[in-house]
């Protein structure tokens, strides 16, 4: 099956400094990559939507300027989290859509990324 | 009343049982999805529907779009299957999806 990566699994940085996790679909191509956030005990909340070569679209009340998405490549989107404060400290999941897959609505997940902001 | 509505929130039962998660959504939906995730963290994708049922291994899925309802459920449940079931629905033509809050499910030895 089609396979999702991030990168890293876990950091943890200073308050204050910029994190980014990379989102790749390994074995597909994905123009459309989604980018969500999970509160401990919460379910998922999408965060933006990134289609490569254009600029991402961002949910209602998630800051562009502080959450920077690029879709550069087919392959490859990644997140950006500017001037991380604790409250930013969040479970971050991406889940990229196969271009040429048989169903337009398949979604696939990756590992996630949990970010830690001291 | 959120989009997508999961039941129970909770559930724990013995290695062996018959288990059923229910998912109700009050729009229109292009499809749906069952979600599995683990303590980990990471979510695999265990069914995408748009009509009538679907089996992988134990576990079965339907919807019933006119009721819009869809249930997941686990033949001879396992403690491996313990984990965070989501429902999540694909609204219309759009891409997003929209999540249900996911049932904890617990399978004891």
């Known amino acids: 099956g089609a396979v999702v990566s991030q990168h890293p699994s876990r950091v943890i940085c200073k308050s204050g400094t910029s994190v980014k996790i990379e989102c790749r679909s390994l074995d597909f191509q994905a123009t459309t990559m989604f980018w969500y956030r999970q509160f401990p005990k919460q379910s998922l909340m999408l965060m933006a939507t990134s289609n490569e070569g254009s600029k991402a679209t961002y949910e209602q009340g998630v800051e562009k300027d502080k959450f920077l998405i690029n879709h550069a490549s087919l392959t490859l989107s990644t997140l950006t989290v500017t001037s991380a404060h604790p409250e930013d400290s969040s479970f971050y999941i991406c889940?990229?859509?196969?271009?040429?897959?048989?169903?337009?609505?398949?979604?696939?997940f990756g590992p996630g990324t949990r970010l830690t902001v001291t | 009343k959120n989009e997508v509505e999961q039941s129970p929130q909770n559930l724990t039962a013995q290695e062996g049982e018959f288990i059923t998660i229910n998912c109700s959504y009050s729009?229109?939906?292009?499809?749906l999805h069952w979600l599995q995730q683990h303590p980990g963290g990471g979510i695999v994708s265990l069914f995408m529907l748009s009509s009538g049922k679907k089996k992988h291994g134990r576990l079965i899925a339907t919807i019933n779009i006119q009721e819009k309802h869809s249930s997941l459920h686990i033949t001879a449940s396992h403690p491996r299957d313990s984990a965070v079931y989501i429902c999540?629905?694909?609204?219309?033509?759009?891409?997003?999806?929209?999540f249900g809050q996911g049932t904890r499910l617990t399978i004891n030895p």
């Open positions: 889940s990229a859509r196969d271009a040429e897959g048989w169903s337009s609505y398949e979604q696939y």
């Open positions: 999540a629905v694909q609204l219309g033509g759009a891409q997003k999806l929209v």
């Open positions: 729009v229109g939906i292009s499809a």
